[in-house]
């Protein structure tokens, strides 16, 4: 009862309500956005339960910026920001550590375990775009997953990854041609 | 997945990335035939954990963190403020900021200096 409702609450409701220390509020944020992120980090870094440590960052990073999230732009906007930021992030910290510690190169930087499918169909789809995802080039895989896996427009895209409208469709080209050819191999 | 199906699903992911295409009515598409991304069972209530249990680790190098700033901040402004306090202090004694003003010899001599070094 109580549950239902906060669903039917307005994002700023939200916001506010866990500015005042409502913790069902902020729970309702993290259950209505908590897929979007998840296709964002686990798009980026691979379906592991490394990319849910990330997933959790991203909400505790937005709890404690949320007194400067002033409503001039969409939630949503505002989370995947944080969510690209941290996975970035991550990206760079694997480059850093494989490149020291490591002699395999960056192959093993995005080991992926595949959840559990009810069909087999499922199950191989989702194998075949995380490990062509993860052979991308990270720059090309950042709009590979805003534009496939979370539908965004190339101008959202543009918005969302701070870049400008030219680069994300020439990347968005690039990132097709890398596709066609990865996917050729696979 | 037969090996036409595994043929359409990879031309579907190319298709996404077309300029015309309908973004998001592909990701749907994508999303039907199983590439879902979602986080295990109980992900928000191990958020909502973290973020309000008093003992998590993750919170507490948070607020170490953000201490941390606050103490660098305080240190840097009370250094700024001693610096400035010391140039002025050196410009009302010596008149000039100049390095032997600096260094404490502005208003002595050569001869001065000579005797103090040597005592003669």
């Given at each position: 009862m109580i549950k239902e409702s906060y669903r039917q609450k307005s994002?700023?409701?939200?916001?506010?309500?866990?500015?005042?220390?409502?913790?069902?509020?902020?729970g309702e944020i993290v259950t209505r956005y908590q897929n979007m992120v998840a296709r964002t980090v686990k798009g980026m870094?691979?379906?592991?339960?490394?990319?849910?440590?990330?997933?959790?960052?991203?909400?505790?990073?937005?709890?404690?910026?949320l007194?400067?999230?002033?409503?001039?732009?969409?939630?949503?906007?505002?989370?995947?920001?944080?969510?690209?930021?941290?996975?970035?992030?991550?990206?760079?910290?694997r480059k850093r550590f494989f490149s020291t510690f490591s002699q395999k190169g960056n192959n093993e930087m995005y080991e992926f375990e595949v959840a559990d499918y009810d069909t087999e169909e499922k199950k191989e789809a989702s194998e075949l775009v995380n490990k062509a995802l993860m052979?991308?080039?990270?720059?090309?895989?950042?709009?590979?997953?805003?534009?496939?896996?979370?539908?965004?427009?190339?101008?959202?895209?543009?918005?969302?990854?701070?870049?400008?409208?030219?680069?994300?469709?020439?990347?968005?080209?690039?990132?097709?041609e890398q596709l066609k050819n990865i996917l050729g191999k696979l | 997945m037969t090996i036409m199906k595994v043929t359409d699903f990879k031309e579907l992911l190319i298709r996404s990335l077309d300029k015309?295409?309908?973004?998001?009515?592909?990701?749907?598409k994508i999303e039907e035939a199983g590439a879902t991304f979602r986080f295990s069972e109980g992900f928000r209530d191990k958020v909502l954990e973290k973020i309000y249990s008093s003992g998590s680790a993750v919170?507490?190098?948070?607020?170490?963190?953000?201490?941390?700033?606050?103490?660098?901040?305080?240190?840097?402004?009370?250094?700024?403020?001693?610096?400035?306090?010391?140039?002025?202090?050196?410009?009302?004694?010596?008149g000039s900021l100049s390095l032997d003003s600096f260094l404490g010899l502005g208003d002595g001599s050569d001869e001065s200096i000579i005797c103090l070094l040597t005592g003669n």
């Open positions: 994002e700023n409701d939200l916001v506010k309500a866990s500015l005042d220390g409502d913790k069902q509020a902020f870094l691979g379906d592991s339960v490394y990319s849910e440590d990330i997933g959790q960052e991203v909400f505790i990073k937005l709890y404690h910026s007194s400067d999230f002033r409503g001039e732009a969409k939630l949503s906007t505002y989370i995947q920001k944080i969510a690209v930021n941290l996975t970035l992030n991550e990206i760079k910290r052979k991308m080039d990270p720059k090309f895989r950042m709009i590979v997953a805003m534009r496939m896996l979370q539908g965004y427009s190339t101008k959202e895209t543009a918005e969302i990854l701070d870049l400008p409208l030219g680069t994300v469709l020439s990347r968005l080209s690039r990132a097709q | 015309d295409s309908d973004p998001a009515a592909v990701s749907v919170i507490r190098e948070v607020e170490f963190v953000r201490s941390l700033n606050s103490v660098f901040y305080r240190i840097a402004l009370s250094g700024v403020a001693a610096i400035v306090i010391l140039l002025i202090s050196i410009f009302i004694v010596q």
